[in-house]
């Protein structure tokens, strides 16, 4: 009871990613919304579907035809204001004017990204390691940690909306991979620890090192398939760091006309 991914994906091109109410850049918090409602006879079809951002679409919706205060959204004015946005955002007519000002501002936001993250730092490391051992885990804290102090300036994000959604889906991904980079390693060097210090243990679990050389054998081997585990769980999150990245890269490339470094 959705619209076919198709008509989605054409859908958000059209608008941009934009309200096509409030023309507000939505990125990922959007909404499809039936302009007829299936319990009207509406249909998934592209012909009946708008864009919103999150506050527009509620006002559909929350719209109360018994006590009626302001004036009521028609499926025929919405068609009419998705379609001369749509018209807009083919002409290339949707993006904010800017000016050389904010251009500048957005060229520093550049060059403190390229200065902050340098594609042979840590995100070296991150794009060529196995992502198993503590030398690694310490390159992804460092990347969040470049990012958490970026992002305690306010003045940290781009103008340009195309380049402020690269740096949100960036910082996005960092900081999914700092996260779960705790739980899954954590876990690895906690068997490290049992290994190498079963008499702390009060709960039995030292008691296979009473097996002595085998014992220890058995302990290493999970450690490596733990080691193993957690590197393979680390790899989507740590593709999607290094694809936001290079795009971001790309994008400011592109939209500054600065190479940043
Ligand atoms: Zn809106």
Known sequence: MSFPERVKEDALVACGRRCCICHEFCGIKMELHHMALHSEGGKDTAENCIPLCFDCHSEQSSYDKKHPKGTKYTPQELTR???????KVAAGLADPVQTDDHRELDREVF????????????????????????????????????????????????????????????????IELYQINWT?????????????????????????????????????????????????????????VLTSYDYLIKAGRRRTGIDGR
């Open 184 to 240: 899954e390693t954590m876990y690895c060097t906690f068997l490290v620890d049992e290994i190498s210090t079963p008499d702390n243990y009060k709960d039995g679990t030292s008691a296979r090192f009473a097996g002595g050389y085998e014992g220890f054998i058995e302990g290493w081997s999970r450690v490596e398939r733990n080691r193993d585990k957690a590197g393979k769980a680390l790899r989507p999150l740590a593709e999607k």
């Open 111 to 174: 060059r403190s990204i390229r200065r902050v993250f340098p594609h042979d730092g840590p995100l070296k490391i991150i794009r060529a390691s196995r992502l198993q051992s503590s030398d690694d885990r310490n390159a992804i804290v460092a990347v969040y940690n470049s990012l958490k102090a970026q992002m305690s300036d306010p003045g940290f994000e781009f103008i340009d909306r195309e380049l402020e959604e690269a740096r949100a889906n960036f910082a996005d991904a960092v």
């Open 81 to 87: 204001q998705r379609d001369s946005w749509y018209t």
